[in-house]
């Protein structure tokens, strides 16, 4: 059994780009106590979970309680996979209903007892107690460091524009198209979504309208690594006279909202509507599209008419004057 603690800020979000990614491993939720998701999955899972955005870490769950008392007695009983020195550290989440002060120096005497070394400043194996509605004590595996993402945020890259995703935001939309290929972005701007996915192994295409664009986006991909990309100059409603012939596994995309400049000078809701319309065309039967709309829009009842399923939609405040759906399609 393992765990994922998802982040705060798109929670909903956040755990289905989880269940997406173990969908791809043969993995499953099975249980949510707030930011705290149980999971069954096996270590092939590790790959695919390694490429969440909206996660805070995973790892691999030892011991569930009801109580503090079950907790500690459980941990008695089995043998804690510990390598090395270990200190252990408590989650107390929103929701915790138990008093776990003397938590960690209790379940600490118990590992201890067993033989394992207590490094309290450079633990080898850090052991994770989450309090919710239960308690939880686990292994962590992997952490995902927020100064990883920060780096690539818009202006830190070599071709800044202020109007772009947050990195974890960019890579939790390619997670939940399930893309184990390539991505298509259709409107790729400065390539923020495309630098995610060509970090995951993913193969990108990425079109814009404006050349320096797709000159900064290129700039951008190479800057990160990303060296398996194909760009082009091009309106997002003629994928097809772009791409003749070709199918794309899944797309993601985050449309300009509205300037006059952005839109080039059309209209917000026809260029939308058009654009959906020409992203079914170029996605395999069973493919999806992660898109992001300001909630002005009804991007579910747009994107039926051309014949796409709503499997998520996801609501976010960006400032008083922006608010946003993501959105998940499947093309039947």
Known sequence: ?????????????????????????????????????????????????????????????????????????????????????????????????????????????????????????????????????????????????????????????????????HPRVSRALVNLTKATREILDPMMGAGGILIEAGLLGLKVYGVDIKPEMVEGAETNLRHYGVKDYELKLGDATRLEELFPGKKFEAVATDPPYGTAATLAGRKRDELYGEVLSCIYNVLEDGGRLAIAFPTSFDGKSEAEKVGFRMLGRYYQRVHKSLERYFYVFEKE
């Open 1 to 165: 059994m393992l765990y994922v603690e998802i982040l705060g800020n798109l929670p909903e979000m956040a755990r289905d780009e989880a269940k997406a990614m173990l969908e791809l491993a043969g993995g499953e939720i099975v249980g949510q106590d707030y930011l705290f998701l149980k999971v069954e999955a096996g270590e092939d899972a590790f790959p695919y979970l390694d490429r969440l955005g909206l996660a805070h870490e995973y790892g691999e769950l030892i011991v569930e309680a009801e109580s503090i008392e079950e907790l500690l007695q459980k941990a008695e009983e089995v043998d804690w996979p510990i390598k090395g020195a270990f200190k252990v550290d408590t989650e107390t989440m929103a929701n915790c209903r138990h008093d776990v002060l003397d938590l960690p120096r209790k379940l600490g005497a118990i590992i201890h007892s067993q033989g394992f070394k207590v490094n309290l400043s450079k633990p080898d194996t850090l052991v994770r107690v989450y309090c919710g509605e239960r308690v939880y004590a686990g292994i962590r595996y992997r952490f995902f460091d927020p100064k990883d993402f920060e780096r690539r945020k818009a202006h830190n890259r070599p071709f800044f524009r202020p109007i772009s995703l």
